[in-house]
């Protein structure tokens, strides 16, 4: 893909930052990244994501709009109810930069169709809304040492993670060795609007960071927030043992 003259424009309130450059932001260019889940995580990160200057972009959900999804997923409004959010979300990135090359999987992800799905990607965000999408996930990002974005979100609290598998990095199964037994997400627990917004922003953040550099200081570690504290932390993962002997199997 060409870099333009009109992309030079476009970008250019990030290429006079030192840290970006016009290196960095061909490198932004050029990446493949996939977003899966188009939900309270997605939206802003599909936006963030698009509106930074990405030009290639996958996105995964088997769902459609439904009303009660509107106080958080802010790509949707109340006509889009019924719709599918992956028709939507490609009409929007169109609409933002019509350079961006949108790759649509409108499916579940699982075990049968994950590796065409990730493959082509090179940064994968997870932002889906279930603990077996999220394992799965992880295993398959670890096995092919894909770099994993994960976010996850329950009523006033957010946690993001940066795993770069390309290192010897923690996963999620260091943090959470054993899938919960009750599924919480945001059908039985609520969720604030704002505390999706915020962790899909964070990860969009976490993508930039990781493109321009791949050594940053969120590798192996998860930012934890709450948003009627406004408590932030930054937490060290740590490999487990367990981990160590059996993640490289998986
Ligand atoms: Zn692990």
Known sequence: MIFTNQDFKRNYKQIVLKKIGIIGQKKIQKS???????????????????NSGICNIGVVD??????SNLNRQILFTPKDVGKLKVDIAKKILKKINKKIKVSCF???????????????FDIICDGSDNFETRYLVNDFCLKKKKILISAAISKFDGHIFNFNFKKKTPCLRCF?????SVSNNCESEGIMSTVAGMAG???ANEVINTIINPNNTMKGKMIAFN??????????LSRSLKCIKDCSKR
């Open 32 to 50: 493949k990244v996939l977003v899966i889940g188009v939900g309270g995580l997605g939206c802003p990160l599909i936006m963030y994501l698009a």
């Open 62 to 67: 088997h769902d459609k709009v439904d009303l």
């Open 106 to 120: 409108q499916k579940k992800i699982s075990k049968q169709n994950i590796e065409e799905i990730i493959s082509k």
């Open 176 to 180: 959470m060795p054993e899938m919960p």
């Open 201 to 203: 922003t964070l990860q």
């Open 227 to 236: 948003s009627l504290t406004s408590n932030f932390r930054k937490i060290k």
